[in-house]
Structures are given as structure tokens and as C-alpha cells.
T-cell receptor
């Protein structure tokens, strides 16, 4: 089983719609979780950290389910500018604080 | 806003040559990383560095690779005897704490010919 897994997509989303996708992780000792956004040939940029109780930042909502070992990202009222690859990142202190990336979920928002 | 800077942005090198990729992390950060991303593939962990030593490295990070923090500000990745398959985007990242988010540089695109 891969350390961090994501549905690669693409998720084709009409502008204004809601899209949600998950990421599963295999290491139950993982401590911190993040969603990053990556545009084509650019560096990953932090979208949001994921907290145990779930958190929201504008149109973006992240959830953590430790029992089932997955995190989720929901995007409401999708904008054309939300088109990107969304990367799930998991931190393991036991592994030298390594940040492990999922393969990314590609989202395409269309008019 | 503080940022991680990497130089050069693009490097072309001949197979078998040595390259040094340079990074200036955010000044008060303590944890440093190198990642690589082959075109169209996922971001792969190479190495993490803390307290002036390697804290974790991947299978990719073999004897061909080394890291240094020579002067307290720069953080370098050296690739000896480059191979065609080393062609990729290399990202440096830093973070202030062990649970905080990481900030990435814009990357160095390495092309081995």
C-alpha cells in the first residue's frame, strides 16, 4: 500500500459547483496533514493545514478522519482559477519529520 | 513575505558532470528538505535535514547525492556524476517547526543531456 494515495482525477467541475475528494494515508502515527496546490510546472503552495476538528478557509473545507486514515478537501462555488492539482501531504515525526506527498488530484473547472 | 529562494532556475548539464543546486531557506526555519519531481510524476522526497545533519533520506538519495548547509544560510544539494534520469524539477523546502507547514522554493529545473 502506498504511503499516501489520491484519486488522480481529473475531476471535471462546472463553474460554481462543489467538488470533494479524499486522500488516504497508511502510517497511523502521522501527526500533521496539509493540502497543497500545484499549478503546472510550479512549486507546491500551501492551501491549508488540516486540523483534527476539521477547518474551513473561505470556500475550502478540510476534514481529518484518523480512525479511517483519510483526509478530505471540499471546494464550494468552484472558480476557473481553482483548476490545479491538489496535493495531499502527510507528516511523520517518526520518519525524521518527512513530508510525504500523494500523487495529486487534478481538478479542471469549466465554464 | 519571507520566501525560499533557489538558484539557478534552470540548469543544463552533460551526463557525468557534477551539479550543485542552491537554496536559501526562510531565515528562522529549522527543518530543510529536498524533493524532486520528474515531469508528469509525483513529488518525491529525497532528504530531510535538521540540526546540521540528515534526519531522513529516501532510497533515491544514494551515494550520488549529498547535502550541505555550509554557512548557516544556504542549503545545497550536490549531484555527482549526473545521469539522464536525474532530469527533473528539484524543490527545496523549509519549515519552522516539526508540525508546521513547509514553504517551497520555485524549483530548479535540471536537464541532463
Amino acid at each position: 500500500r502506498k504511503e499516501v494515495e489520491q484519486d488522480p482525477g481529473p475531476f471535471n467541475v462546472p463553474e460554481g459547483a462543489t467538488v470533494a475528494f479524499n486522500c488516504t494515508y497508511s502510517n497511523s502515527a502521522s501527526q500533521s496533514f496539509f493540502w497543497y496546490r500545484q499549478d503546472c510546472r510550479k512549486e507546491p503552495k500551501l492551501l491549508m493545514s488540516v486540523y483534527s476538528s476539521g477547518n474551513e478557509d473561505g470556500r475550502f473545507t478540510a476534514q481529518l478522519n484518523r480512525a479511517s486514515q483519510y483526509i478530505s478537501l471540499l471546494i464550494r462555488d468552484s472558480k476557473l482559477s481553482d483548476s490545479a492539482t491538489y496535493l495531499c501531504v502527510v507528516n511523520s515525526r517518526a520518519a525524521g519529520n518527512k513530508l510525504t506527498f500523494g500523487g495529486g488530484t487534478r481538478v479542471l473547472v469549466k465554464p | 513575505e519571507p520566501e525560499v529562494t533557489q538558484t539557478p532556475s534552470h540548469q543544463v548539464t552533460q551526463m557525468g558532470q557534477e551539479v550543485i543546486l542552491r537554496c536559501v531557506p526562510i531565515s528562522n526555519h529549522l527543518y530543510f528538505y529536498w524533493y524532486r519531481q520528474i515531469l508528469g510524476q509525483k513529488v518525491e522526497f529525497l532528504v530531510s535535514f535538521y540540526n546540521n545533519e540528515i534526519s531522513e533520506k529516501s532510497e533515491i538519495f544514494d551515494d550520488q547525492f549529498s547535502v550541505e548547509r555550509p554557512d548557516g544560510s544556504n542549503f545545497t544539494l550536490k549531484i555527482r556524476s549526473t545521469k539522464l534520469e536525474d532530469s527533473a524539477m528539484y524543490f527545496c523546502a523549509s519549515r519552522g517547526g516539526q508540525y508546521t507547514e513547509a514553504f517551497f522554493g520555485q524549483g530548479t529545473r535540471l536537464t541532463v543531456v
